[in-house]
Structures are given as structure tokens and as C-alpha cells.
């Protein structure tokens, strides 16, 4: 379990090298929900998605001689780019591998900022086993995208910055995938407020978390194309710290459809005036879709990543026909 002191140490540790995001009122979602709802805007992260904060403390802690071996790791894409991002600015090299479902705009955002790209198979599973090869042929440093004490005490700054701007926050709806955000914001946010709920949000097929958390320890799912790419992959078999903090922190996890998802999307461009990838449009598609319970007090919702192949954007809050909805 990551607790509150190792969340305010990756404060620190981080500060100069992300943004605070702005916590902004909804008047939209506020007036349909009857409460205060406010947005947490993690996609104006210079990278496009909170990963920034994992990754830039993961690799902060790392000693000189670490760094210098270089870095590696399985990404659905944002995680990736935020690694790729981190260590050239602190001097590292990294090597990403995705499988290959990553939409191909994240694959070309990492491979800009220098990483060396390795497409492998069909599933994050698979790329992981890569991962695993060049930590044991060629000496790289891995620094997963979630189950990492480290990535967990990065994400969970912004549940730190949550309840500091919102002290009396009832609800915090939050993406779950690996759970790297998730128990790191439900880490934060039950020290400070115990009685605020945490919710996990993820799409109907391939939720490798909501599955895992059924069984009662990791599971293995297939993974299908989504909206929610970015929520895709599994939690790791051997899964060390996000699923027992999920586990242990999470009040509910509600699934979403991929036409819920997509008008999250649409919502959040014509009514917040907010780009959003599907990961990032699920606490706003959670709420339309009255999946989530009458709010007894202010909710935050993460807005967790904007980089989403404009193409398919364009396709989504045109209203035309989501090709993943077709697929179930």
C-alpha cells in the first residue's frame, strides 16, 4: 500500500516538472447532477495525459547510473510518451513496446520524442514479454506503466491537488485500467477526506481490472479495440501493488459501453469545450449515463488524456457510426 507521505514526497520531487492542473466547475453536469461537479484537466499535462506524473517520479528516483542503462517499458501509449518525454529531459534513453492495437497517432507521438519503438503482437501481455527480454538480455531499467510504487505515488499527486482545491469532495470518479491512477488517487484522497467515495471507470470488454476484482485475484482477459484504448491491457498476473490498493480502496467500478464513451467525447467538446481520448471522456460519460448513483455532496471527475486520433474525433462528435459499438 502507497501512503500519503510517499504521495507528498513525489509532490515534491515532481513539482517543477508538471502542471498542477486546474480543477474547473462543470455547469453542465452540474445542473444535471444536482451537485457541484468539477473537471480535473490532466490532458493539459504537456504530454497530453496525468502519466507525466508516474513517470516523471519513477525516473527521478532512479540513481545516475540506472538512467544511464535506460529505461523500458509496455505502454498502451500514454505512458510511453510520458516516459519517452521524462527521459530526455533527464538525459536517459527509452525503448517502448506496444502491441498492436495502440492507435498509430500515440506510436508516432513516441517515436518524436526519440523512444526506440517495438510493435509486438496483439495484446500489452505480449509487449510485456519483450519488456521482459531486453531487461534480462540487455540490462534496461523497467519502469512499468502502473504497478510500480513509484508511478502509483506520482499519480496519486493529483488526488492530493483534488481535495485541497475541493475539501469537501464527496465523489471522485477516476479511469481504471491498471490501476496505477486509480489506487494512487484513492490512496490521496481516502488519507485526507475517509468518507469521500472513489469510483474506477472502464469499458465493457477487455476490463482487465473490474475481471481481476471479481475473481478475487488476477486474471487474465482478452482485449478488444475501444474508445478507451489507453484503458486496455492486462494488470500483470504477478501484479504486486494496484490490485490489492484497488481492492482494498475502490468503492465501485462501473463499466462503460462504447456508445456511453463516445458521448463523453461528444459532451466534453461541445458543452466543456474540452478535447478528450475515451479514457479521459469516462467520468463524464459515467455521469450521462445515470450508471453512477444520486451524489450526495461535490464530485471531481479526472479528465485523464486528450490524445486521441483527431480523425476519429471528428467521427465521434459528428455522430457517426463508432466502428468498436459495431463490434459487440
Known amino acids: 500500500m502507497i501512503g500519503l507521505a510517499a504521495i507528498e514526497d513525489a509532490r515534491t520531487r515532481i513539482a517543477e516538472h508538471i502542471l498542477s492542473t486546474p480543477l474547473v466547475g ?24 496525468f502519466k507525466l506524473r508516474g513517470a516523471t517520479n519513477a525516473l527521478l528516483r532512479l540513481t545516475k547510473a540506472e538512467r544511464e542503462r535506460g529505461i523500458v517499458a509496455a505502454s498502451t501509449g500514454n505512458h510511453g510518451r510520458a516516459l519517452s518525454h521524462a527521459a530526455r529531459m533527464l538525459g536517459s534513453r527509452a525503448t517502448i513496446c506496444m502491441s498492436g492495437l495502440v492507435p498509430e497517432n500515440k506510436i508516432a507521438e513516441v517515436r518524436r520524442l526519440g523512444a ?15 519488456v521482459e527480454r531486453l531487461v534480462n538480455e540487455d540490462g534496461l531499467v523497467m519502469l512499468p506503466p502502473f504497478d510500480h510504487p513509484d508511478i502509483v505515488a506520482g499519480q496519486g499527486t493529483i488526488g492530493l491537488e483534488i ?16 490501476g496505477g ?18 469510483v474506477g471507470l472502464t469499458m465493457e470488454r477487455g476490463a482487465a481490472m473490474k475481471a481481476s476484482l471479481d475473481a478475487g485475484r488476477p486474471v487474465l482477459v482478452e482485449e ?14 504477478d501484479n504486486k501493488v494496484t490490485f490489492t490498493m484497488c481492492q482494498a480502496l475502490l468503492d465501485d467500478v462501473v463499466l462503460l459501453s462504447e456508445g456511453e ?31 453512477i448513483p444520486p451524489l450526495s455532496g461535490p464530485a471531481a471527475l479526472v479528465l485523464s488524456g486528450r490524445n486521441i486520433d483527431m480523425k476519429v474525433h471528428r467521427n465521434v462528435v459528428n455522430g457517426l457510426a463508432n466502428p468498436f459499438e459495431q463490434e459487440n
Open 224 to 237: 478488444f479495440p475501444s474508445l478507451a484504448d489507453s484503458l486496455g491491457g492486462g494488470i500483470g498476473l
Open 181 to 198: 491512477l486509480a489506487a494512487g488517487v484513492a490512496a490521496a484522497v481516502k488519507a485526507m477526506r475517509p468518507h469521500a467515495k472513489v
Open 261 to 291: 464513451i463516445a458521448a463523453g467525447i461528444r459532451h466534453a467538446y461541445e458543452h466543456e469545450q474540452e478535447i478528450l481520448e475515451g479514457a479521459g471522456a469516462v467520468g463524464i460519460a459515467a455521469l450521462l449515463s445515470g450508471k
Open 26 to 49: 462543470s455547469p453542465t453536469l452540474s445542473k444535471i447532477c444536482g451537485v457541484t461537479v468539477k473537471l480535473k484537466l490532466e490532458h493539459h499535462q504537456a504530454t497530453g495525459s
Open 163 to 178: 481535495v485541497e482545491a475541493l475539501p469537501d469532495v464527496a465523489t471522485v470518479l477516476v479511469p481504471l485500467s491498471g
Open 116 to 130: 526506440d519503438v517495438r510493435i509486438i503482437g496483439r495484446s500489452q501481455d505480449e509487449a510485456q514479454k519483450e
